[in-house]
C-alpha cells in the first residue's frame, strides 16, 4: 500500500508506458498554463484531463482528502485577498466597474471595511480551482513516476547532483513524514491529547506535543537519510544514470501536445487575452 | 597486511563527555567475519562509523592514534571515497532503503560511484544472487518483510563490491527466519573473500555464534577480550551485559553443578554433540524426566475475560487484507506475546484494541473491559486499555522526565495533587526517580522505553500492549525490562507484548498468540505453541535456540517443550549429576 504521496509500482499506462520526461513536460505545461489563466471556465477546463489521468492512474482517492482540507483551509485568508482585489486595473475582459462594484460590504475588525465585488468572487474561485489542479497533478505524477525514473531523466538532462539530491531527498522523505505524523498523532491521543481547544492560545500550546517530536524527528530522518546516501557512495563523483532516455512514439504526442498547449495559451493570453477575466 | 589496523586509536564525539573508543588496538586479516560484541553505549556503532570515515567526517569529534582500511587512513578519506572500499549496513534496514523498487535500490550504490551502465546492471544482478532476492526486483521495498528488507539493505551493500562489509546489529529487528536469512548471506559473502564485521548486544548472541571466527568484545570503549568463537561462552560475556548463548549458559549450569564438562559450546550442533557425548559416557539411552524440571506458569490461573474480539477484519486501500478475520480472548492477568513475521497484522491488530482503527468487517467485534471500543470515547478507552509505540521518538516531546510524565494526567484534567502521586508512583515503578529533571533529547534507549512506558501509566489502564518492549536493549536492559512488566503483572494489569524476541516469550509470557498473513496461526500456551517447531516455520518462526536443542534430542527422550536455560539444566543435572 502507497503511503501518501508515495510512488507505487502498477500496471497502468501511465506508469508502465510514458517516459518520466514526457509525464514531466506534460504536468509543467499545464501547471505554467494554470498560473496564466485567471478565468474558472478555462481553469475548469484544465481539471477534464486531470479528472481522466486519475482514473487511468488508478491512484488513491484519499490523497484527495488533503487537497479538499487545503482549499477548506485557505478559504478564509483567501476570501479576504479576494476582497482586496479592487484594483480596475486587473480586469482585462470585464467591464472593470462592474468587476468591482461591491455586492455585498463587511466590517471586519482590523482589515478594515471590505466588499465583496463580482471580480474578487471569480479571482477567488480561480485560486481555489487552481491549488487544487496544481496540488491534484503533483499527485498524479508523484504516483506514477518513481524516484529512479525521475532522477535519471534529470541526470540525463545535466541538472546539477546537488538539484538531484535534493529532489531524491524529498521524494523519499515525505512519504515516511505521513507516516511519522500518523504515529505520533496516535501515540498522543492515547494520552488523552486533542488539538481542538476554543482558546487559540490553548490550542496553539497544544500543537507542542505534534511539533516536538516531528521536528525530533524529521532532524534524524534527515540526519539518517544524509548518512545513508553518503555511505552508498553519493557525492563520490558524477553518478551515471541507470536507464538511458528511450522515448516512444507516444511520449514524443504526450510532449508535444504539452508544447502545443503552453504556447497556445501564452499566444492566447497575449492576443485574444484568452482566459483572463 | 591486515585489512584492517587500529593503533592506539580513541575517538571522543564533539560534545562527549568521555571518549566512545579508547585506544583500540587490533588487526583484522582479509577474509574473516568478526563478532563485535558490547552491551548498548559499549563503542561497536562507533567502531563501525569509523571505519567507514563517517567519523569524524559527517559526525565530527576528536580522534587519536590511527585507523587504517585497506591502506587507507580514514581520517584522509571521507564516507563517500571510503565507500569504494567499505559498505555498512545499518541497524533499521528502511533508513537505508532509497528507491522505490528492489532493483533500482541495488543500483543506487554503483550508479553513484559512477560505473558504466553495464557495471551497474551486472552488479545489480550478482548482489540479488548473492541475497537471494529473485522474483523481488520490480517489489516496493515497503512491501516486503523486514528479513526481505535487511536482505535488500545488505544487497545494496554488496553491489558497491566493498572489501569489508560493517554490518550494525543486522537482525535485530528480524523474525528468526528472517535473521537466519540476513546470517546466510553474510557467510556467503565471507566465503567470496570479503570481510564482514558484526555487531550484537546480546539478543541475537545465538545467530552471531554460528557464523563468526572471531570474537572481539567492547566494554565502555575499550576491547575487553579478543578471542575465536569459542570466547562466546566466556563469563565475562555475562558481566558487561551481553549474556551468552542458550547453550553455553546450560553447559556452565551442568559444570557449576558438577558435572565434568570439556569444553562450553556456542553453537547448537556443538551443544547436540555434548549432549549425546555425557549422555553416552554414561551410557543413557533415554532421559528420564524429572517432574519438577518446569518452571511453575502452567499453574498460574487467570480472572476473566477482559478482551475479546471477534471476527475482526481490516482492508486497507485499495484492496490490502491486513486483518482476516482474528478472533481471540485476553484473560486478567496474563501476559500474552504476540508474535510473527514484520507485516502480520500485529500492529494493526493492536491499533484496533485501543480504538486507533475502526473494523471494515461488518461482522468485526473489540469488546474491553464489558465495552464496544468501536463505541467508546477515546478518554474512556485509554483510561482501560493502551498502548505504548515501539519507537518512543514518537512521544517524547517534553523538555523532561517528570514533564513528559506528567503529560496524560494534565491532558486528563486530573486534579495537582492526585496527578503528583501519580507521576510520583510512575517514576518509581519503572526506575525513574533520581532521572526526573533529566533532558528528555539525550536518553539512553533503555531510559526511553521506560519513560514511554511511565508516560502511559498514570492513567491506570487495566491492560497495556507494548510494541517491541526489549529492542535496542543489551541482554542486562532487557532483563530489568522485562522483571519491571512483571511487577507490573503482579500489581494486577494484563500485559500484551508484540515481539520478535523468542527468548523473551519463552522466558516471560503466559500464552503466545502467533499471527501470519492477517490471521492467527496459533494461539495457546507458549509451551504448546514452541513445540510444533514445524507450524511455527509458517510463520517464519522457530523456538529459542535451548528449545531447538532438545527438540534435535528428542530420540533421546527429550521433551519438545522446554522453553528456558533453568529448565534445560535442570533437566540435564537430573540425567548427569555425579551419584545418580
Known sequence: MARWLEYESRNTFLHKRLHALSKMALMLSILIVSGFWWDPRYLIGLALPLVVLVYVSKIPLTWFRVVLLAMVTAWYPVTLAAMGQTDPGIYKVLDPQWATTP??????????????????????????????????????????????????????????????????????????LSRVVENILSAQRLRGWKLAHWNPIKMVRRAVPLMNPLMRRVAIMVEQMTLATQVRGFGAGRPTPTQEIHLKGIDYIVIGIGVVLLLFALVGMFAWKLGQI | MALVEARDYSFRYLRGKEPALKNITLDIQAGTVVGLVGKAGAGKTTFLKALMGILPHIEPGYAEGDLVVAGMPIRDHDPSEMSRLVSIVLETPEVQIFSLTVKDDIAFGPANLGFPREEIWARVNYAIQEADLHGFEDRNPNNLSGGEQQSLAVAGALAMRPQLLAMDEPVSMLDPLGKERVMGIMERVSKSGATTIVSESGADIEAIAEKVDRVVALHEGRILFDGGPDSLADPRMEEIGVGRPQVSEVFDRLRQGGVRVASIPTTLSAAEEGVRRLLGDRKIQTVSIPPEYRDGRGQRTFGDVIVEVTDLRHVFTPNIHALRGVSFQIRSGEIVGVIGQNGSGKTTMARHLVGLLKPTGKTSKVTVLGGDVSRLKMRDIIRKINYVFQNADDQIFANTIREEVAFAPEMMEVPKDEADALVKEALETFHLDGHEDDYTLSLPEDLKTYLSIASIYPLKPQILIIDEPTTGLDTHGERTMMDSLCRLRDAGHTLVIITHNMKTVAQYCDRAIVMSQGQILMDGAVREIYSQPQRLLEADLRPPQVTRLCQDLRDLGFPDDVLTVDEMARLLLHNLQPGR
Request: charged share 10%; glycine share 6%.
Open chain 1, 103 to 176: 455586492i455585498l460590504v463587511y466590517d471586519f475588525p482590523i482589515a478594515g471595511t471590505l466588499g465583496v465585488t463580482p471580480g474578487g468572487l471569480l479571482w477567488m474561485a480561480a485560486v481555489e480551482i487552481r491549488t487544487m489542479l496544481m496540488a491534484s497533478y503533483m499527485f498524479v505524477f508523484i504516483y506514477t513516476t518513481s524516484m529512479a525514473q525521475v532522477t535519471d531523466t534529470l541526470l540525463a538532462l545535466k541538472v546539477p547532483n546537488p538539484v538531484v539530491f535534493v529532489i531524491a531527498i524529498v521524494y523519499r522523505l515525505i512519504p515516511d
